[in-house]
Structure formats: structure tokens, C-alpha cells
């Protein structure tokens, strides 16, 4: 199996070739198929930046990326790739149901119907069942995400990339839906790509956490999390390890900022 | 603090009483005052119009609503085909829109005159000239309506890899609607307007021309007559459109 995505010296930056603002550089990133990597970086660093660069939103200035295999271009043509943006992002004018299955209704390659019942399940798999003809204006911060998620796997994607999804959450759902994300990448296998500002929730989520320092981008600490977890990226937030492994991203972001 | 909210009742009753307080202070209080009938006839005098000329009333009426109707419906089109252009076709906009803002500024009663030695004596310049007036605002809502979607909107709909056609359909025209309304609200009203001045220009039929000759004879119950039924018919339009939006927006 390719790996999820593969970047060398990578350079992204805003406002043309010439005299561009370089928010990210010589960035090389390598991610294995099927892990969870969490992202931590002071604001500006390009984390956001990064994820639209896997997802085609936006064309690196040099350096080559490489997105399961083929070019982040055809993984977006081939609808590989689901984004959970920080504000939800649901239609105001769609029910709960046709924010779901809004993946069915646009784009190039048109969905199975196979993929068509899915749209139920998911959504009682995220606890929606019961909320499916409301309108976003009538759930709470934590449902609209649930949404978001719900419509971002309809189409089964290979990859997910998550934009500080539960960044404007409260602690506690905050805390539930980082359990449920856990329980959804352990059934689907796919690959997640998790943008935070919160050092415990990356830490708590993530296989692997990279710290990106800003002006210009680049990785200052890559933490494999694996050997303080047990099988399957299960651990206690409070657990000794995760909480040291905590501090030694503190220390790195205070560096990086 | 902030007043209590009022009841349903009195929230109904208290513009009623405003009404009636009004209508009673103008029968009884202006004739006591010497306000002779000939300049404001009292409002059952007004009334009594109604139910003597009720023909000729219904008769002036019926070009006024086709030219209104008839405006509103192709000034808001053209506003709202025109606003699609532009947002696909940033050259064609930065081409023509300060033409259109130019022309914007021409008086409506000054372009009337020549809307009419273009389309004659007919019900057509009227409905030029409703058009028009409606199609300005609407313009300029539409475009700020389908320019209104965020930018992760736009990015939801790209990693969907959706086409242009399929993001104006689900994306822009939707997030357009609530805008569109508001000026079709504002068209509503400017629509009767643009009709009665086309006809004071050039027409023997319509409330506008009734308007006219009603001054000249000094008919002044006619007079107001006409002006309450011109404003009646603003606010049906007005009531249809309100209608229409409870139905299309639900958010």
C-alpha cells in the first residue's frame, strides 16, 4: 500500500511565484496509510494551509506531494478525500439528511447507490437518527459537527482531513466527539490528518504528533505516540506517558512560536 | 431594561386604534378647522367614491396592475440574469456595471420622456419604466447575494470536485434567495410607482392618468381615491412577495 501522502521540500506560499509569502518550506512529510496524524502549530504556521494542499484547494510553489500514490489532483477527481472544516459548513437551506447527502447531488463522479442507503447508517451512527429532517439552525455546535463528519464519510474516503473540527466545542463534547472520531477511524481504517490547537486533544487522538513552527512553515518535533498507547491508539488522558508526551509538545510549540 | 414584549391582542389592537384615532381626528377635526372639502375631502367622503365610481375606479386599476406586474416581472428577470453574467464574468462586469450605475442615476422622470418617444402611448413604455425602476436594486442585491457563499463554502463544493453549474445551483443561487427578496420587497412598491409616473407622462388610462385628471378638475375625493387604491395595490404586491418568501426560505 502507497503511503497517505508523501511531500518533499515542499513550499506553499500566497500571492504568486515571484513575490510570494511563503507560509510553508521545504516541508517533507511523510504519512502511512491508515495512521492518524495529529497537527499542532502556533497560528499562522500553515497547518490549515497543508491540509488544502492535500486536498487540491491549493497549488504548492515547488517541491513535489504526492496524495495516495497520484497527484492531489486526481485524488480529489477521484472523490477520495473528505474535509471537516472548523465551522461546519452545512447548507442553512438543507435538513440534516440532505446535508449528508450533499456528496450525492454534485461533482463529476456521481455516488452508488450502494453509497446512497450509507447516508441513513451514518447517520445513526453518529447519533443523528432522530435529527435527520431538522435544519442546522436548529442543533447545537456539536450536532452541526456531527453533520459535517457524517457528510464528509458518506463518500468513504481513503482520506480525511480535519480542519480544527471541535476547535469552537466545549470541553466536554469536545472530549465525546474526540471518542466517537477514535471509534470511526478504528472501523473505517482510513487515513486522518487532524488539525488542532489543543495540545491534549492531539495528543490524546493522534499516533504520531508533528509541531509546525510558523514564518516559514517547517516540522520542529515529530512524536511517534504509539509506544505510550496501548494496541489500537487507546489511552487514558491522564495516563503518566500521555501527559509527559504532553509536556514535550508544550515545550516544543513554546519554541516554535 | 428592555420593555416587555406585547401581547398578540394588543399587538394587533394598538396599530387598529392608531389607525381609527387618525381616520376620526381627519373627518371631524379638519372640517372643524375650515380645511375646505375641495383640498381633503374627509375619508367617508373618500369612501363614498368608492362605492359611486366603483367602475370607473376598477376600470383605471386593471392597465396599472398589468404595467406593475408586468415591470416587476421583467425588470427583477433581466436584474437577476443580468447579476448571473456578472458573477461568472468578472470582465464583462468591470466592463458594463458603471455603465449600468450611470444610467442609475438618470431621474426616472427624466428618462420617462424618452422611454415614451421610444414605445409610444401604450401600455409598453409603462412597463419599461416599471422595469426599470425595479431593476437597479435588484441588481445589485443578486450579485452581492451570489458573491455572499464563504470561502470554505466554495471549498466544500472544489473537494467535492463539483462544476460551476452544480455551485450555482446549490451553492450561490440558495445562499442569493434571502437577498433576492428584500429587493423584490423594496420592487414591490417601486414597480406601482414606475407605472403611475409612466402615466401621468402620456396615458388617459390607469390610476396615474386618473391621478391627473382627477387634480385638473379638482375632484379631490377622486384624487385620494386613487392614491389609496394605488397604495392598496403596493401592498397586495408587497403581501404576495412576503408570501412567496415564507414559503422558499424556511431558515
Sequence with gaps: MPN????????????????????LSGLDLTVAAGSFLS????????????LRVVADLLDPLDGTISVLGASPQTVRSRRDVGFVFQDSTLLPWRTVRDNVRLPLGVGQRSLSREIEDRSSELLELMGLGGLRERLPHQLSGGQRQRVAIAR?????????LMDEPFGALDEITRDRLNDELLTLWRRTGTTILFVTHSIAEA????ERVIVLAANPGRVVKDLDMRP???????????DAAIVAAMAELRAALERAS | MRPAPLTPQMAIALP??????????????????????????????IFG????NFALLIDNLRPTLIEALAGFVIGNLAAVLLAVVFVHSRILQAAYF???LFFNTIPILALSPIIILIFGLGMTPKIVIAAVICFFPTLVNMIRGLDSASDSEHELFRVLSATRSEIFWALRLPRALPMLFSSLRIASATAVIGAIVGEWIGSDKGLGALIIQATFNYQSDRLYAAIVLSSSLSIALFCIVVLIERRVIRY
Design chain 1, 4 to 23: 497517505a501522502i508523501e511531500a518533499q521540500k515542499l513550499d506553499v506560499g500566497y500571492g504568486g511565484r515571484q513575490k510570494a509569502v511563503k507560509v
Design chain 1, 39 to 50: 497537527i499542532l502549530g502556533p497560528s499562522g504556521c500553515g497547518k490549515s494551509t497543508l
Design chain 1, 152 to 160: 464528509a464519510l458518506l463518500g468513504e474516503p481513503k482520506l480525511l
Design chain 1, 203 to 206: 495528543a490524546y487522538l493522534g
Design chain 1, 228 to 238: 505510550l498507547k496501548q494496541e489500537g491508539n487507546r489511552c487514558k488522558r491522564e
Design chain 2, 16 to 45: 387598529v386604534l392608531g389607525a381609527a384615532s387618525i381616520l376620526i381626528a381627519w373627518q371631524y377635526l379638519l372640517p372643524l378647522l375650515g380645511v375646505p372639502a375641495y383640498i381633503v375631502p374627509t375619508p367617508t367622503a
Design chain 2, 49 to 52: 367614491v368608492f362605492q359611486k
Design chain 2, 98 to 100: 458603471p455603465i449600468v
